[in-house]
């Protein structure tokens, strides 16, 4: 069992809120990534790291923020909600060179 | 929200056969490429990997296979099982650290 995890789980909110989903590791792995998977789709990356202090931009980042203060800990926040954002999102981590990421059990988010 | 991107290829197998999962990538400078089974509720699962200078790499009832020349990935599973029915997803992983996923098939085992 891979020791990541994602809160909450599931999340309805409404347009215009600022939204946090936490991601939380506890294999003290360097990086960490942010995907969004609609159902039944390929999964989009929105940002990465490296390691503390070192954030990246995906594919989909125009609209999210993350922060990496500490090694276990990669936050994305969505400072304005929208319905376009309705998705899940899937946090994962990795070590070094190795190419095995583990993946946290995702937030599905609904904004209404 | 409405969903931008591809709708999943699919595959249906009967159990016993083999079952081969295509994929193509498209970054030449990527170092590694990656098999990743996702079943229904979770985040993906690891399943193997091949580094870019290899061609051929075998693991427990997978095969995967490296064609640099079309840019092309391929994962052979053998004697396919209920229990192998997922979405298969590729990833690329480049030099720097990026890490990409292709277009996902969904598996469907037929007992």
């Known amino acids: 069992e891979a020791d990541i995890y994602q809160t909450p789980r599931y999340l309805v909110i409404g347009t215009g809120k600022k939204i946090t989903l936490e991601c939380s590791q506890t294999m003290g792995h360097d990086k960490m990534y942010w995907y969004q998977q609609d159902p039944g789709m390929e999964l989009h990356l929105i940002h990465y790291s490296y390691g503390v202090n070192s954030t990246e931009k995906g594919d989909l980042s125009s609209e999210s923020t993350v922060s990496r203060i500490r090694t276990e800990h990669f936050p994305l926040t969505l400072e304005s909600a929208r319905p376009s954002h309705t998705s899940q999102y899937l946090c994962a981590s990795r070590q070094g060179v190795t190419t095995e990421a583990f993946f946290g059990q995702g937030t599905r988010l609904t904004v209404v | 929200g409405e969903s931008v991107g591809l709708h999943l290829p699919t595959l249906s197998v009967q159990e016993g056969d083999n079952s081969i999962i295509n994929c193509a990538y498209s970054n030449s400078a990527s170092d590694y490429f990656i098999w990743y089974k996702q079943e229904s509720g979770k985040g993906p699962q690891f399943i193997i990997d091949?580094?870019?200078?290899?061609d051929k790499r075998q693991g427990q009832r997978v095969t995967v296979l490296l064609n640099k020349t079309v840019k092309h990935l391929s994962l052979q599973i053998a004697a396919t099982q209920p229990g192998d029915s997922a979405v298969y997803f590729c990833a690329e992983k480049s030099p720097g650290n990026q890490f990409y996923f292709g277009t996902g098939t969904s598996l469907t085992v037929i007992p």
């Open positions: 091949i580094r870019s200078n290899m």
